[in-house]
């Protein structure tokens, strides 16, 4: 397959070149609606399209011809990942066939942000099933609704995940956004992999209502895009307060116009302190690193190294709250579904369907899924010192403990390495991330394009303290600005000689 095979005319490549907002919005979504149509029976990245999409922008181009622009992402065509519900007619999935027939009529909070501010909602993208904690073996990017997501820079390699498919969406030009989900690394891992700017806010910034969940404690949703001004207003979009979600309830103070007053200057006089224990799994990273900490410094950054950090601990902990929290907060989701549609009530119920269901056992089977059914719920002592160790280790004795020990205003690390040879029948060979802290913690993080290895993005993350979404948001900009590293993709189909 070559890169010719994929594009079917200028409004194609337009489309891949950049984002939409010179177009209106009814050609800019019939552009995107085309790529799908051309691209996404190879790439496996959008599930399905709003029946809806065309309709909308019609209607936001009125508004527009009116005289009234909503926003900074009005008629701008937004890709959902499909365990976020939206009301325009589809199933939310999550990947699995045993909410294929999910239709809630509800539209997630988020979605009413990204609605009220003029985006037009596109339809939903292919994830790593069940976002990926369903196996330790697992593809990252397969699901048995969507079929495996490729990378659109080479074709035999992983997007990771599980937020695969937006990624891919937004990196072939299938979508000017998308919305990903993270509970430790779903975002920035597939934004990093696919050479996109990809924000997981501080846990409460966004609402998590009508969200297929893993956990309360680490879940959010978050933009994916390739500009990181996009992201920011994206952000604007969907970040508030929402009385059904309890960990927003200080949203609402917090929010602001993340996208107005971009600074390119944001990195002359800070600090900022170098994750070297994020280092060392990937050389060729490292080398695209350095040349990123001498981009820093050359627009005025001070970098101060933080040579260790055991984060061993962390991931124990962590693991015990998003096992124990899986099984009540999905059975949660599941009682506020209609049960005619969706039969499977309890986590138990989903790995008995997943049993019985041939094509749902095809490249992996379901370990996690069972380690959490094992699980004896929020009163258990091990959950509850978990939860505390993970919080207080990943934050307050991490991140917060490295910044205030550096004199720093945020952390800088590799994201991730680039993407692996996707193999199903020994699952994903992942390397090592900047993810677990600032995921924890429930701390924000922005990763932005760096450069490549053999043509493989990687990324660069800036880790904050809660709250701090303009701060990493100015720098990423600054950054972005003084070295433009995103390239589009390439579609080879190997790397292998």
């Not at 990423?476 to 080879?492: D, L």
Request: charged share 20%; aromatic share 6%; net charge neutral.
């Amino acid at each position: 397959m070559t890169k010719t095979a994929f594009l079917t005319g200028a409004a194609v490549l337009a489309l891949l070149a950049g984002p939409a907002s010179a177009q209106n919005a009814v050609s800019a979504t019939q552009g995107y609606l085309e790529a799908i149509k051309a691209r996404n029976d190879t790439l496996h990245a959008v599930i399905a399209v709003s029946p809806a999409a065309l309709t909308d922008a019609k209607a936001l181009d009125a508004e527009q011809a009116a005289g009234k622009t909503r926003s900074a992402i009005h008629g701008l065509p937004i890709l959902l990942k499909d365990n976020i519900e939206a009301d325009i007619g589809l199933p939310t999935t999550a990947g699995s066939l045993a909410l294929k027939d999910n239709v809630t009529g509800r539209d997630a909070p988020l979605v009413k942000g990204l609605r009220d501010a003029g985006a037009v909602i596109l339809g939903k993208a292919n994830l790593s099933e069940w976002a990926n904690i369903r196996s330790n073996h697992s593809i990252s990017g397969w699901s048995a609704v969507g079929g495996t997501a490729r990378n659109p820079y080479v074709l035999d390699r992983s997007a990771c995940g599980s937020s695969s498919g937006s990624g891919v969406a937004v990196a072939a030009g299938l979508a000017w956004a998308a919305i990903g989900t993270e509970t430790d690394g779903s975002i920035t891992c597939p934004a990093a992999i696919n050479g996109l700017v990809g924000l997981k806010p501080t846990v409460g910034l966004v609402s998590r209502t009508h969200i297929v969940p893993i956990s309360h404690s680490q879940d959010t949703a978050g933009p994916m895009t390739t500009t990181v001004k996009d992201a920011a207003d994206i952000l604007t979009a969907i970040a508030g307060s929402d009385p059904a979600d309890p960990a927003t309830k200080a949203a609402d103070q917090h929010r602001t116009d993340y996208g107005k007053d971009l600074n390119r200057n944001a990195l002359k006089g800070v600090t900022l302190a170098v994750a070297r224990f994020y280092t060392g799994y990937s050389p060729k990273t490292d080398a695209v690193f350095e040349q990123a900490l001498v981009d820093l410094k050359a627009q005025g950054a001070t970098l101060v190294d933080v040579k260790s950090f055991d984060e061993g601990p962390v991931g124990e902990a962590e693991g015990i709250v998003l096992y124990t929290e899986l099984k009540v907060d999905l059975a949660a989701y599941l009682a506020s579904t209609d049960p005619k549609k969706v039969p499977t009530r309890t986590l138990a119920d989903v790995i008995a369907f997943n049993k019985a269901t041939p094509k749902e056992f095809e490249w992996f089977g379901q370990e996690s899924f069972e380690r959490a059914e094992k699980t004896k719920g929020y009163d258990d002592p091990a959950y509850k010192k978990a939860l505390a160790d993970s919080k207080r280790l990943a934050g307050p004795e991490g991140i917060d403990k490295i910044l205030k020990t550096t004199g720093a205003v945020a952390i800088i690390a590799p994201t991730t390495g680039p993407a692996w040879t996707i193999d199903p029948l020994n699952g994903d060979n992942y390397g090592g991330s900047s993810t677990t802290l600032p995921a924890v913690a429930g701390y924000p993080h922005l990763t932005v394009p760096m450069g490549d290895v053999s043509g493989l993005p990687v990324g660069l993350s800036f880790i904050g303290p809660a709250w701090s979404e303009k701060l990493l948001l100015n720098l990423g900009y600054a950054y972005e600005q003084a070295t433009m590293k995103r390239k589009p993709p390439t579609f080879k189909t190997t790397l292998a000689p």
